[in-house]
């Protein structure tokens, strides 16, 4: 039987509200650390409505400034995000800034072409079942070069066994049509929204943890696709 302190000593519980700073900017509660109090009330609706409504913020130039180091102190006993986030490498779509989310808010899972495998979804299953996040966000984007690579069979080094956990996106994205190539823009999209979609298929059907969780309503699973352009995460819904 696992316990979150046999896991992480670092999840062990903490008494915030012992060293919880009364003011941390002016944003009401927004630069608050996440709390397993917090973490609890924040459903799995309310963990999505706070990326909304961080990608918001983002794409209006509004971000919200606060303390990092005074967070990062605050956290430094016990993490409680609420959310875990399967994105890419990119060095234009980090996590914590295309939704405004700052120190202890979110898990990042990152890897090129954010695919899940055994060792993201063990990683999903700690963030989740030991840690408590809420919600799972697969966030792919556009004009991903891991994608365009999986798209070309491009062979290099360790590269090309990373690559292959693309292939069944593209061949899905291909299927009843023709195959595109790279150079189409439409394609390489259809083929990214086809391996947010996977991602979130290989979840449930290698994780009855996270199926469980899921089932019973305590973490939702949702696609996401932030455009490199504008900044905007666009969400699936279904
Ligand atoms: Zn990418």
Request: with cysteine; charged share 20%; hydrophobic share 45%.
């Given at each position: 039987?696992?316990?979150?302190?046999?896991?992480?000593?670092?999840?062990?519980?903490?008494?915030?509200?012992?060293?919880?700073?009364?003011?941390?900017?002016?944003?009401?509660?927004?630069?608050?650390?996440?709390?397993?109090?917090?973490?609890?009330?924040?459903?799995?609706a309310?963990?999505?409505?706070?990326?909304?409504?961080?990608?918001?913020?983002?794409?209006?130039?509004?971000?919200?400034?606060?303390?990092?180091?005074?967070?990062a102190?605050?956290t430094?006993?016990?993490?409680?995000?609420?959310?875990?986030?399967?994105?890419?490498?990119?060095?234009?779509?980090?996590?914590?800034?295309?939704?405004?989310?700052?120190i202890?808010?979110v898990?990042?899972?990152?890897?090129?072409?954010?695919?899940?495998?055994?060792?993201?979804?063990?990683?999903?299953?700690?963030?989740?079942?030991?840690?408590?996040a809420?919600?799972?966000?697969?966030?792919?984007?556009?004009?991903?070069?891991?994608?365009?690579?999986?798209?070309?069979?491009?062979?290099?080094g360790?590269?090309?066994?990373?690559?292959?956990n693309?292939?069944?996106?593209?061949?899905?994205?291909?299927?009843?049509?023709?195959?595109?190539?790279?150079?189409?823009?439409?394609f390489?999209?259809?083929?990214?929204?086809?391996?947010?979609?996977?991602?979130?298929?290989?979840?449930?059907?290698?994780?009855p943890?996270?199926?469980?969780m899921?089932n019973?309503?305590?973490?939702?699973?949702?696609?996401?696709?932030?455009?490199?352009?504008?900044?905007?995460?666009?969400?699936?819904?279904?």
């Amino acid at each position: 039987m696992f316990t979150r302190r046999m896991i992480c000593g670092c999840l062990a519980a903490v008494p915030f509200a012992m060293i919880a700073r009364p003011s941390l900017g002016a944003e009401g509660d927004t630069c608050a650390v996440f709390t397993p109090a917090r973490q609890r009330e924040t459903s799995p609706a309310k963990a999505l409505a706070r990326l909304k409504a961080g990608n918001e913020r983002f794409v209006s130039g509004k971000t919200i400034n606060c303390d990092l180091l005074a967070q990062a102190q605050e956290t430094a006993a016990g993490q409680a995000p609420f959310a875990a986030i399967v994105g890419c490498m990119d060095s234009r779509v980090p996590p914590e800034l295309v939704f405004d989310q700052k120190i202890g808010d979110v898990f990042d899972a990152r890897i090129a072409g954010n695919f899940v495998d055994t060792n993201i979804l063990g990683s999903l299953e700690f963030a989740t079942k030991v840690a408590g996040a809420r919600l799972i966000c697969i966030l792919g984007h556009s004009d991903c070069g891991a994608i365009k690579g999986a798209i070309d069979n491009v062979e290099l080094g360790n590269l090309t066994a990373t690559l292959k956990n693309i292939r069944p996106a593209v061949e899905m994205a291909a299927a009843g049509g023709k195959a595109g190539t790279s150079k189409d823009p439409d394609f390489v999209q259809k083929v990214a929204d086809a391996n947010v979609a996977l991602a979130e298929r290989f979840i449930l059907d290698n994780s009855p943890t996270i199926k469980e969780m899921v089932n019973a309503g305590s973490v939702r699973i949702v696609g996401a696709m932030n455009d490199l352009a504008t900044g905007r995460v666009r969400f699936f819904e279904s």
